[in-house]
């Protein structure tokens, strides 16, 4: 079992929807990512979180950490917001020397006008 | 602008020469990683460094070496005994390590071997 599972794999979405990608964990975390791939491949980092809830722009990230889970909310979806989009969790300590940085396989969105 | 350069974006090569793919970052940040990623795989960590002449190695570092001689850059020697190179490789940095502080990626390098 992967210790990071985001779901969905893929979503179709229509403009305008509105657009949850889940993220559970299975190990202790110091901190969350959420991350968007765009098909030319680079990589943006969206949310860094450890508690709540954090928005930017049209897009929201919360995480429950009692029930190792995660989301990631696009509001008003459009076009420009299809990508892959990666949720990642730290099992390091702030300032420490040990840990890891754990990827969820993406989830690949597709927005159509 | 502050950022990381991976060079070049394509790169083509034949069975059993080595390639080395380049990775300059211009954030001052100490922690430096380069990451693998193949279709359907999320990414796995090849190799990580925290500090100049410092390195460690990753899940996947059989048939890879790095260098940090500089905190600005971090090359990936990507060696013939590599039984699977062709792939998608990112580099990565951060101020503080392990995901602790947010992660900034480039722009990746696609490898082909032939």
């Known amino acids: 079992k992967n210790e990071v599972e985001q779901s969905p794999q893929n979503l179709t979405a229509q403009e305008g929807e509105f657009i949850t990608i889940n993220c559970s964990y299975s190990v202790g975390i110091s901190a969350l990512h959420w991350l968007q791939q765009h098909p030319g491949g680079g990589i943006v980092s969206l949310f860094m979180l450890s508690s709540g809830k954090k928005k930017h722009g049209r897009l929201i990230a919360t995480i429950n950490i009692q029930e190792k889970h995660s989301s990631l909310h696009i509001t008003a979806s459009h076009p420009r917001d299809s990508a892959v989009y990666i949720c990642?969790?730290?099992?390091?300590?702030?300032?420490?020397?040990?840990?890891?940085?754990?990827f969820g396989k993406g989830t690949k969105l597709s927005v159509k006008p | 602008d502050g950022g990381i350069t991976q060079s070049p974006k394509y790169l083509f090569r034949k069975e059993g020469q080595n390639v080395t793919l380049s990775c300059e970052q211009n954030l001052n940040h100490d922690a430096m990683y380069w990451y693998r990623q193949d279709p359907g795989q999320g990414l796995r960590l090849i190799y990580y460094s925290q500090i100049v002449n410092d390195f460690q190695k990753g899940d996947i570092a059989e048939g890879y070496s790095v260098s940090r001689e500089k905190k600005e850059s971090f090359p990936l020697t990507v060696t013939s005994a590599q039984k699977n190179p062709t792939a998608f490789y990112l580099c990565?940095?951060?101020?503080?390590?392990w995901g602790a502080g947010e992660q900034y990626f480039g722009p990746g390098t696609r490898l082909t071997v032939t």
């Open positions: 990565a940095s951060s101020i503080r390590p």
């Open positions: 990642a969790v730290s099992t390091g300590n702030y300032g420490g020397s040990q840990g890891n940085l754990i």
